[in-house]
């Protein structure tokens, strides 16, 4: 399994991006998704994650209502959109997968996941 994430970069305060993570073809259709990120001298935390047997999604206290995550499978690609982007935002964004995955999944929980992204870097300016 492999990931690609990408769409990262600057944005001002209160601004939007938009995160992919493109992932090799999955043999199976049971997969979870998840974003964390991991800001300087701060520990990783789990951002969104999406099962896809049943489309169920799982965000951090801290991003609900602002950000979304999404998939397109005919693109073998997860999305996250980041609205109103905060300062505390800024962090290196990863993508991770798990495999032969069929039950609803959560940021707070400690799975082993299968494979990780090189990570992409989301600066947020005050």
């Known amino acids: 399994v492999q990931l690609v994430e990408s769409g990262g970069g600057l944005v001002q305060a209160g601004g939007s991006l938009r995160l992919s993570c493109v992932h090799s073809?999955?043999?199976?259709?049971?997969?979870?998704i998840g974003w964390f990120r991991q800001a300087p001298g701060k520990e990783r935390e789990g951002v969104s994650c999406?099962?896809?047997?049943?489309?169920?999604?799982n965000y951090a206290d801290s991003v609900k209502g602002r950000f979304t995550i999404s998939g397109d499978n005919a693109k073998n690609t997860v999305y996250l959109e980041m609205n109103n982007l905060k300062p505390e935002d800024t962090a290196v964004y990863y993508c991770?997968?798990?495999?032969?995955?069929?039950?609803?999944?959560?940021?707070?929980?400690?799975?082993?996941?299968?494979?990780w992204g090189q990570g992409i870097q989301v600066t947020v300016s005050s």
């Open positions: 991770a997968a798990l495999t032969h995955w069929n039950i609803p999944c959560s940021v707070n929980a400690r799975y082993p996941w299968d494979a």
């Open positions: 073809r999955f043999d199976f259709p049971e997969y979870a």
């Open positions: 999406v099962a896809s047997f049943d489309g169920s999604t």
